[in-house]
């Protein structure tokens, strides 16, 4: 199993729902990661766990809040969001957590597209 | 400052022809990698080639080639006999030892047209 798996695949979801993204992997990665991506723009990072700890958090709002029960399952839970929220999240994971070591690339899931509305 | 530019925002090109994307990186690190990613309608970012510091062979797969120059600190994907599933985003991206961090150009859309 080589991939990354993301549900659902589209939300909606009102300003005061709280709603969560689930992402799973089943090839032993030891990182795994949530990315933003507004349309037409690169991704960027939001969230980064390291053997099931979080490592980074890039300034995210409170809103967003991400849990790892687990090394194959990564949710981001949301809550209270604003249209400005809307986008698509993806879920990424990698082999390699050690960030001094050789960086052999992401494995990407599919995305949930998000509209707040 | 690291940087990674990726100046053609949009390219089209009938079914066939060859198409190179061109991407220039800006980094005072020795150590660092550089990646493509292929991003279709789909939506999921496809993990195309990685290239390190240290190895500035040029790649062929298949259809796909790349072209790594430290001189002139460019890192281009050549698509040749270009066909309509070539049609994404492609992204280039710049990883650092010491960083989960991709810093990533903002992209090129390739249409190719039937």
């Known amino acids: 199993d080589t991939e990354v798996t993301q549900t659902p695949k589209h939300l909606v979801m009102g300003m005061t729902n709280k709603k969560s993204l689930k992402c799973e992997q089943h090839m032993g990665h030891r990182a795994m990661y949530w990315y933003k991506q507004k349309a037409k723009k690169p991704p960027e990072l939001m969230f980064v766990y390291s053997y099931e700890k979080l490592s980074i958090n890039e300034s995210v709002p409170s809103r967003f809040s991400p849990e790892c029960p687990n090394s194959s399952l990564l949710n981001l839970h949301l809550h209270a969001l604003q249209p400005e929220d809307s986008a698509l999240y993806l879920c990424?994971?990698?082999?390699?957590?050690?960030?001094?070591?050789?960086?052999?690339?992401?494995?990407f899931g599919s995305g949930t597209r998000l509209t707040v509305v | 400052a690291q940087k990674v530019t990726q100046a053609q925002t949009e390219i089209s090109v009938v079914e066939k022809e060859d198409v190179t994307l061109d991407c220039v990186y800006e980094?005072?690190?020795?150590?660092?990698?550089l990646f493509w990613y292929k991003q279709p309608p789909s939506g999921e970012l496809v993990f195309l080639i990685r290239?390190?510091?240290?190895?500035?062979q040029n790649e062929i797969s298949g259809r796909y080639s790349w072209n790594f120059q430290k001189s002139t600190s460019s890192f281009n994907f050549t698509i040749t006999a270009s066909q309509v599933v070539d049609s994404a985003v492609y992204f280039c991206a710049l990883s650092l030892t010491g960083t989960y961090k991709y810093i990533f150009g903002t992209g090129t859309r390739l249409k190719v047209l039937a």
């Open positions: 990424a994971s990698s082999q390699e957590s050690d960030t001094s070591r050789p960086h052999y690339g992401y494995t």
């Open positions: 290239r390190n510091s240290f190895d500035e």
């Open positions: 980094t005072r690190d020795t150590t660092y990698y």
